[in-house]
């Protein structure tokens, strides 16, 4: 059965119609690549390996081999350790750089075990012994074949598991952006309606949540603890909630009754939120967002680093978006007079590091944060 090609022989393919056939592993064809310098050797495992339904090429030495093996697929290379030129060792070394799943099995003298145990360390599948037993052949050719496949369908589970994972992972994400998305539109939407209860000008809340994220960002605090103090800064009123609107609504001044239950708000704050998991650590800001750097706030008359980060940076803030937001019984006040206001109240009512970072920042970014004219 000579080939066209001077390098090899090719055994026909079995007729389509046996059913008893290994010629297809699966759905992929299974090639055998036999290289011996020895033709007869050559001839004996075609004719064994032909009638088992496996198409063979040929090859009398390494060049002959590697020449195949890049013009076809091959699935088993059975190779003579013993070859001239470069050795069946240099060609397994290779073949696996080439074609790194080709199966390989080493065909040594009984003398050479040895070295076929060195080429099943560098990659070979197993050795089969000359003079060959061609029953036993057979038996290793088909041993390697199921291993290979076994081995390219477990890569192939494993492939699509992980895309699998992948897709199943982008979904969970997709959907806690969502929900994470629709939680804050929510909470927005609330403070908003909070707000307007007060009736702002605007958004007052949005305004302090956009602030105190600046100052945050200056400060050097990082991305995930800005979150938490921003979100403190959005629901800092949602106390307000619990206060009724003779209190809440009052437009001349408090008497000292109405005052202890406006006062109640941060604890009333504190006790919506700071069950729910994710807004435990704001609602902590919003317990403490009316105390004072001197100790003289409330409700529970904190002082100095005793106030959580987020509430001292909220009272500066605060300060802007009250000072620099038009009232009923007053108009916005200058820039200029906001920051007189904070070298006077620092160190008594702020924090006086983080009043000094507060007016270090130009009005112009107070104003692009915000997105309004101060």
Known sequence: MQA???????APPPAEDDAASPLKNGTREVNILIVDDEEMIRELLVS?????GYPCY???????????????????????????????VELLNDIKKISPDTAVLMATAISDTETAMFCIHRGADD????????ERVVLNVRNSLEK????????AYQTDLELKVLAQTKQILTT??????????????LVKALDAREKEVGSHSERVMAYTGLLAETLGIKEAERSIMTKGALLHDIGKIGISDKILLKPGKLDDAEWDEMRKHPLMGYSILSDIKYLKSPAEIILSHHERFDGTGYPKGLKGEDIPLGARIFTLVDTLDAMTSDRPYRKALPFATLTAEIKKCSGSQFDPA???????????????AAGTHL
């Open 48 to 52: 064994t390996l032909s009638r088992e």
């Open 176 to 189: 806690m952006y969502e929900l994470n998305r629709a939680h804050e539109q929510t909470l927005t939407a």
């Open 354 to 368: 983080i009043a000094d970072q507060f007016l270090s920042i130009p009005q112009s970014r107070w104003e692009e």
């Open 4 to 10: 066209n090609s001077k390098f090899h022989h090719m």
């Open 148 to 155: 290979q496949r076994l081995t390219l369908e477990n890569r």
């Open 127 to 134: 050795f089969i012994i000359k003079p060959f037993n061609v």
């Open 58 to 88: 040929t090859a009398q030495n390494a060049d002959e081999a590697c020449k195949i093996l890049s013009q076809h697929p091959i699935n088993l290379a059975i190779l003579d350790i013993m070859l001239p030129g470069r050795s069946g």
